[in-house]
């Protein structure tokens, strides 16, 4: 078997950004007698410029380099190979189309770098929704090559992409509806209610363990998941605006002015509203969950009843779930579940996207 | 995009074969502008022979074909091209090695063509479990090149091979368990059992469905269910064959003499035994499941109590289910759920092969 030699670059260094790099260095001997594969990381960047080493990078400056960030120093403290230009400076340091851009930052501002990479015939994989959210067109001008793949936008690891695409879009097996619960932490907190806790205190026990932003009205919102909506839309062919997707988050518009503190103190005015909202439900034998659906052309994501023993209603925790209503299954759904968040299940997510591609149209 | 002119040649026009012709003719338009690939069947076999065109059948010819065989006919009957050699030196008539095989047969005789085939530099399809069920070292000698695809040979469509080659071992994500329900037949009866059915009814009314072969001892043995759990442990890497996998079945081995209808009489005497087995169960919260487990180097297949509210106890009706216990799903599983059975299922499977294998390796 010929060995494969393919140049990484690399945009985030975060929590993500470090399993990602971890992982490909621990799968390396595995890499190679399986697919004959052999990455070499080229390029590292943050959000203030990029460790450089044309010839790859060596391990231990690889792990030097995600300790160090980890620990909160800055690429450009390090002592490696470093510069400060843009993004799309960075591309051309790979000096082979043999190679592969990853995006896991949460950054509008990688599309012309992306753009660029693939006009160099490499590939790119994205854990960031951003640039595929983006005008339509956009996502068209990202996807028309077959050179980017996306696992890890919608439930991280879970192969909700692969299953869309290869499963059902290429089985040539018409798809009328999808539902899903993408949220780990709406999940937490829709399984909550239902156990009768309060929704104030399930919001302040979120944001205490770190299953929401700093901020938690970015998860509440339902704007995450509004995006990852879209992006399964137009997986499916839908030109779709992320304008025209109907978004309930789960606090008036009126909370959304005012501190941190401010929102969380007026949370408990809502205890009420979501205890009645439940028991309405439960008289019904429904329970809450934060649902997306996709379905006729439109997509939607709010707080919904669901059948207490639908596959989203047995939902628990901060698994996340999609269920694929198509011509093959019509009388049950095509059901995935799992894990949705955490930096490993989106590690493996972007991992298993490097190898599908290292393995396609890379030589 | 340059079109790829792909040669079709079928092993098999059963109910499966038929529905993977008419899956592949109502795709073709799809195909072409979505991936660029266009597929022309040279050949479809049956038992006694095949129908050969070099040039690729008119849609006309492929349909009047199909319907004739559903009919009854056999391909010698028809007024179309045949040939009544074996089914190796049909291999030969693609005429390129931009050519996929396609194995819907129940045969344990396409291993020496496969072969053939592969050693022309063509992939195959098979959602025929008896090539990857004799010895280990065939399936090894059908595998390593990367060209074989089976989708269909576990849960029929839903993507149970493709979620364990790509989103977990591609993914460096190690697999502690595999365990799942396999069997529509089996599924349909543990849940009968469960709702207080007589096992004996059970079976009568599965048979008189169709839901069995037509001895039932060929679903209830449990054989079926083991060689999908040999293709699982094996495409893990383990070197199993298929006498090492613990079998338990559904009926004692005495009842494996006389007739079908002595059998079916039989039944009966075994309603107690399960009536009993369920209530001890139900005693326990738990739920009696026909499982596979796949688990530290051994597979084993049985009637297994499991808990009521996990995945496998929720399981209803015919659908499958499997559930991979990983580093990453280490909390709870990954769970992939739907129809597991059905003509169209494994057709879909077949197809999603077909055009991973047309986008990969061929030309």
Same mark, same amino acid.
């Given at each position: 078997?010929?060995?494969?030699?393919?140049?990484?670059?690399?945009?985030?260094?975060?929590?993500?950004?470090?399993?990602?790099?971890?992982?490909?260095?621990?799968?390396?001997?595995?890499?190679?007698?399986?697919?004959?594969?052999?990455?070499?990381?080229?390029?590292?960047?943050?959000?203030?410029?990029?460790?450089?080493?044309?010839?790859?990078?060596?391990?231990?400056?690889?792990?030097?380099?995600?300790?160090?960030?980890?620990?909160?120093?800055?690429?450009?403290?390090?002592?490696?190979?470093?510069?400060?230009?843009?993004?799309?400076?960075?591309?051309?340091?790979?000096?082979?189309?043999?190679?592969?851009?990853? &995006?896991?930052?949460?950054? /509008?501002?990688?599309?012309? =770098? @992306?753009? $660029? +990479?693939?006009?160099? *015939?490499?590939?790119?994989? !994205?854990?960031?929704?951003?640039?595929?959210?983006?005008?339509?067109?956009?996502?068209?001008?990202?996807?028309?090559?077959?050179?980017?793949?996306?696992?890890?936008?919608?439930?991280?690891?879970?192969?909700?992409?692969?299953?869309?695409?290869?499963?059902?879009?290429?089985?040539?097996?018409?798809?009328?509806?999808?539902?899903?619960?993408?949220?780990?932490?709406?999940?937490?907190?829709?399984?909550?209610?239902?156990?009768?806790?309060?929704?104030?205190?399930?919001?302040?026990?979120?944001?205490?363990?770190?299953?929401?932003?700093?901020?938690?009205?970015? &998860?509440?919102?339902?704007? /995450?998941?509004?995006?990852? =909506? @879209?992006? $399964? +839309?137009?997986?499916? *062919?839908?030109?779709?605006? !992320?304008?025209?997707?109907?978004?309930?988050?789960?606090?008036?518009?009126?909370?959304?002015?005012?501190?941190?503190?401010?929102?969380?103190?007026?949370?408990?005015?809502?205890?009420?509203?979501?205890?009645?909202?439940?028991?309405?439900?439960?008289?019904?034998?429904?329970?809450?969950?934060?649902?997306?659906?996709?379905?006729?052309?439109?997509?939607?994501?709010?707080?919904?009843?669901?059948?207490?023993?639908?596959?989203?209603?047995?939902?628990?925790?901060?698994?996340?779930?999609?269920?694929?209503?198509?011509?093959?299954?019509?009388?049950?759904?095509?059901?995935?579940?799992?894990?949705?968040?955490?930096?490993?299940?989106?590690?493996?997510?972007?991992?298993?996207?490097?190898?599908?591609?290292?393995?396609?149209?890379?030589?």
């Amino acid at each position: 078997m010929t060995m494969k030699e393919i140049a990484l670059i690399q945009f985030g260094l975060g929590g993500v950004g470090r399993a990602v790099v971890e992982r490909v260095l621990a799968a390396q001997d595995e890499l190679e007698w399986r697919y004959g594969i052999r990455f070499a990381y080229v390029a590292l960047c943050d959000s203030q410029g990029a460790a450089i080493e044309q010839q790859g990078f060596t391990y231990g400056d690889l792990m030097r380099t995600v300790t160090a960030k980890a620990e909160g120093a800055s690429l450009a403290d390090l002592d490696i190979g470093y510069d400060h230009e843009g993004l799309a400076d960075i591309v051309d340091v790979a000096g082979t189309s043999n190679a592969l851009v990853i &995006d896991v930052t949460a950054s /509008d501002d990688t599309v012309e =770098a @992306l753009q $660029l +990479a693939l006009s160099r *015939g490499y590939g790119a994989v !994205l854990a960031n929704k951003k640039p595929l959210t983006q005008t339509y067109e956009t996502f068209l001008s990202l996807l028309k090559g077959g050179r980017v793949r996306y696992e890890a936008t919608v439930g991280s690891g879970v192969p909700v992409i692969a299953t869309l695409q290869q499963a059902l879009i290429a089985a040539h097996d018409p798809i009328h509806r999808i539902e899903g619960c993408f949220s780990g932490t709406l999940g937490y907190l829709t399984t909550g209610l239902q156990a009768g806790e309060a929704f104030s205190a399930l919001v302040r026990q979120a944001r205490a363990s770190g299953y929401t932003e700093p901020d938690p009205r970015d &998860d509440l919102g339902g704007m /995450d998941v509004a995006r990852k =909506a @879209l992006i $399964l +839309a137009r997986t499916m *062919g839908w030109p779709l605006e !992320l304008p025209q997707i109907q978004v309930e988050g789960l606090f008036p518009d009126t909370m959304n002015q005012g501190t941190v503190p401010e929102f969380m103190q007026k949370t408990v005015d809502l205890d009420e509203l979501y205890r009645q909202r439940v028991a309405t439900a439960a008289g019904r034998d429904q329970v809450l969950r934060y649902v997306a659906t996709i379905d006729r052309g439109r997509a939607q994501v709010g707080l919904q009843e669901v059948p207490r023993r639908s596959p989203l209603g047995q939902l628990q925790g901060t698994d996340n779930l999609i269920a694929f209503h198509t011509d093959v299954y019509a009388d049950a759904p095509l059901v995935l579940q799992g894990r949705g968040a955490g930096v490993h299940g989106t590690a493996a997510g972007v991992m298993a996207d490097l190898v599908a591609l290292s393995t396609s149209f890379l030589i």
